[in-house]
């Protein structure tokens, strides 16, 4: 049967437990697994690196949501990214990521896997020429993440898709911003697509985690062998609460959208404001492709205070609704300053952002609630 994604959400990789008829699958909190004789697993169950049924019910449903035919869960969202990039690559190669790549991924490129001999270009993925530019002949991957953070720029994916593979290389796209709701890459011809699904997958900012998503079997294979070799795999906890987060995926993602388009049309005609990053909103630059490529355009908003820094750091400070924090994604209002923030670290390199910026979670509080807030922070 062909379902539909609030459906699958709900029930894909979850049948009722066969013993018990429980209807949500159990906390498999177990590492290990009883034998019918030596080398009779039952179906396949041996250690809980390997495979752990709680984490197979979340792997499957991240599949199913995303279009693709595996699906990996990992500890982390980085812990997703490392496993990935030591299945696809080797010592020597080279891959181009984007210009203003999660800080995190940016430090795993130029911090750690450029010590293991892995060389990276940063590259603007909205612009395909610049990305055909950065291409080698040692490259084996371009990342892409759009919309992008904390900037909201838009990379066509089916654009980029076309190039990486003319170019025998795979392009992998970090879908975390979107979710699966918005935006299906591997429908748009990525080959695999990242999360981190501590963000909107979880939704409630309770469990941090990470996914892998591919429709081909040579790669669900290498990865895998990796994730077993390596082992950054989610614990049965962190699976049970994200595969939880994921039931109400599609209604939180419709409710996000409506607050946020509401919030950028607001900031968009506040005095205080410069400038509005909204993929939304008709004036961004990647509106087009967004529109194309997404069902909707997400609950993230960045904005530029006409003041400079100072001013974008008292918003912050002065926000009461929204929290103060790092992250994203989850049910609550986050706000945050990235230049001294999730994107400190940042500071001189290529991915530096502009320090008079603010990033928004929006929420799906009220919404009259959460523009009062800004309101007053920006009074
Ligand atoms: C948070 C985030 C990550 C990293 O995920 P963790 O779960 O924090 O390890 C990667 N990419 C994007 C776009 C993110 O927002």
Same mark, same amino acid.
């Given at each position: 049967?062909?379902?539909?994604?609030?459906?699958?959400?709900?029930?894909?990789?979850?049948?009722?437990?066969?013993?018990?008829?429980?209807?949500?699958?159990?906390?498999?909190?177990?590492?290990?697994?009883?034998?019918?004789?030596?080398?009779?697993?039952?179906?396949?169950?041996?250690?809980?690196?390997?495979?752990?049924?709680?984490?197979?019910?979340?792997?499957?449903?991240?599949?199913?949501?995303?279009?693709?035919?595996?699906?990996?869960?990992?500890?982390?969202?980085?812990?997703?990214?490392?496993?990935?990039?030591?299945? $696809?690559?080797?010592?020597?190669?080279?891959?181009?990521?984007?210009?203003?790549?999660?800080?995190?991924?940016?430090? $795993?490129?130029?911090?750690?896997?450029?010590?293991?001999? $892995?060389?990276?270009?940063?590259?603007? $993925?909205?612009?395909?020429?610049?990305?055909?530019?950065?291409?080698?002949?040692?490259?084996?991957?371009?990342?892409?993440?759009?919309?992008?953070?904390?900037?909201?720029?838009?990379?066509?994916?089916?654009?980029?898709?076309?190039?990486?593979?003319?170019?025998?290389?795979?392009?992998?796209?970090?879908?975390?911003?979107?979710?699966?709701?918005?935006?299906?890459?591997?429908?748009?011809?990525?080959?695999?697509?990242?999360?981190?699904?501590?963000?909107?997958?979880?939704?409630?900012?309770?469990?941090?985690?990470?996914?892998?998503?591919?429709?081909?079997?040579?790669?669900?294979?290498?990865?895998?062998?990796?994730?077993?070799?390596?082992?950054?795999?989610?614990?049965?906890?962190?699976?049970?609460?994200?595969?939880?987060?994921?039931?109400?995926?599609?209604?939180?993602?419709?409710?996000?959208?409506?607050?946020?388009?509401?919030?950028?049309?607001?900031?968009?005609?506040?005095?205080?404001?410069?400038?509005?990053?909204?993929?939304?909103?008709?004036?961004?630059?990647?509106?087009?492709?967004?529109?194309?490529?997404?069902?909707?355009?997400?609950?993230?908003?960045?904005?530029?205070?006409?003041?400079?820094?100072?001013?974008?750091?008292?918003?912050?400070?002065?926000?009461?609704?929204?929290?103060?924090?790092?992250?994203?994604?989850?049910?609550?209002?986050?706000?945050?300053?990235?230049?001294?923030?999730?994107?400190?670290?940042?500071?001189?390199?290529?991915?530096?952002?502009?320090?008079?910026?603010?990033?928004?979670?929006?929420?799906?509080?009220?919404?009259?609630?959460?523009?009062?807030?800004?309101?007053?922070?920006?009074?």
């Amino acid at each position: 049967m062909n379902q539909s994604f609030e459906t699958l959400a709900i029930h894909a990789g979850q049948e009722p437990d066969p013993r018990t008829g429980a209807v949500i699958p159990p906390i498999y909190a177990t590492s290990t697994y009883a034998q019918d004789g030596v080398g009779g697993t039952r179906e396949g169950y041996e250690y809980s690196r390997t495979k752990n049924p709680t984490r197979a019910a979340l792997e499957d449903c991240l599949a199913a949501l995303e279009g693709g035919r595996r699906g990996f869960a990992f500890a982390s969202g980085m812990a997703a990214e490392d496993t990935l990039l030591r299945t $696809l690559c080797q010592p020597g190669d080279h891959v181009v990521i984007p210009d203003d790549a999660y800080g995190g991924t940016f430090r $795993l490129f130029s911090k750690v896997a450029a010590r293991w001999g $892995l060389s990276w270009t940063a590259a603007k $993925l909205s612009d395909v020429d610049s990305v055909r530019a950065a291409l080698t002949d040692s490259t084996k991957l371009v990342w892409c993440e759009t919309p992008t953070n904390p900037l909201l720029s838009i990379a066509d994916i089916t654009a980029l898709a076309g190039l990486t593979h003319e170019h025998g290389a795979k392009l992998v796209v970090d879908n975390t911003f979107a979710s699966p709701y918005l935006q299906r890459p591997l429908q748009l011809g990525a080959d695999v697509v990242v999360h981190s699904t501590t963000k909107y997958l979880g939704g409630h900012s309770d469990v941090v985690g990470g996914a892998l998503v591919v429709d081909d079997d040579e790669t669900a294979e290498a990865i895998a062998f990796h994730s077993n070799s390596m082992g950054a795999v989610a614990g049965p906890f962190d699976a049970w609460l994200t595969l939880r987060g994921a039931k109400t995926l599609a209604v939180r993602m419709d409710r996000h959208c409506d607050n946020a388009e509401r919030v950028a049309a607001f900031l968009a005609n506040h005095d205080a404001v410069a400038s509005v990053l909204y993929p939304g909103l008709e004036t961004h630059p990647g509106h087009e492709t967004a529109a194309k490529q997404m069902r909707r355009y997400g609950g993230m908003v960045s904005f530029r205070l006409a003041a400079g820094t100072d001013a974008a750091v008292r918003v912050c400070d002065r926000a009461k609704l929204f929290t103060l924090a790092e992250s994203l994604g989850g049910v609550e209002s986050l706000i945050e300053h990235p230049g001294r923030m999730t994107h400190a670290s940042a500071a001189g390199s290529p991915l530096e952002v502009p320090n008079d910026l603010v990033r928004l979670s929006v929420g799906i509080e009220n919404v009259d609630d959460l523009l009062a807030d800004l309101d007053q922070a920006l009074a």
